[in-house]
Each structure stands twice: as structure tokens, then as C-alpha cells.
């Protein structure tokens, strides 16, 4: 059975840091990639970084030279680490695992940036 937790959310000053964690269990061999996707309050949800089994990145745009997503692969952990962060960057965060052509997903972290 498949797993996904996230961690790390919490309350940050504008221009402050936050790094996300986002564990995987039951998945041994099998991922194809993982990626981090958020959702504002009142909007859609929307991707924001993704990462291959490979390690190739992709990011939204808004989020470049900002976030960097990075895998652990001995701990099947990936990471988001979050800098430069603006009151935009308000929302609840998910961690999507693909795994064997299935997404799986996290319960979710909520991020909070204040002024």
C-alpha cells in the first residue's frame, strides 16, 4: 500500500524560507517521478515543481530561481525547499507520487506568508 506524507508547512515572513518534505512508503521500485503542486485559497490546483526518477526538474514559472525541488532516493524522500517567498506563495501544498502509471497524494501542508 502507497503512502505519501508531506511536512514542513508552517507560517513565513515574505521574502523568508520553507522547505517541504514529502515521504513515500510502499513504493520500492516503481517511481517515476513526484512533483509538488499547491492550491490557493478560492483557485485551482496547479504544479509547481516536478522531479523524474531521473532527476530532471521542471518548475512553474512564477516559482524559478526561487524553489528548487531535490530527491533523496535512499530515503524516498523529496524535497521542496521554498526561498524568496511572497504572500502568492500562500496555499495548501500536496505531494503527488507517480508510481506504476498511478498518482498518489499526500494528506497536505498548509504554507502561510505574511507580510
Known amino acids: 500500500q502507497v503512502h505519501v506524507v508531506e511536512s514542513g508547512g508552517g507560517l513565513a515572513q515574505a521574502g523568508g524560507s520553507l522547505r517541504l518534505s514529502c515521504t513515500a512508503s510502499?513504493?520500492?521500485?516503481?517511481?517515476?517521478?513526484t512533483g509538488w503542486y499547491r492550491q490557493p485559497p478560492g483557485k485551482e490546483r496547479e504544479v509547481v515543481a516536478l522531479?523524474?526518477?531521473?532527476?530532471?526538474?521542471n518548475y512553474k514559472d512564477s516559482v524559478k530561481g526561487r524553489f528548487t525541488i531535490s530527491a533523496d532516493n535512499p530515503k524516498n524522500t523529496v524535497y521542496l525547499q521554498m526561498d524568496s517567498l511572497n504572500v502568492e506563495d500562500t496555499a495548501t501544498y500536496l505531494c503527488?507520487?507517480?508510481?506504476?502509471?498511478?498518482?498518489?497524494w499526500g494528506q497536505g501542508t498548509q504554507v502561510t506568508v505574511s507580510e
Open positions: 510502499g513504493t520500492i521500485g516503481g517511481v517515476t517521478g
Open positions: 522531479i523524474t526518477d531521473g532527476g530532471t526538474t
Open positions: 503527488g507520487v507517480l508510481f506504476r502509471g498511478n498518482m498518489y
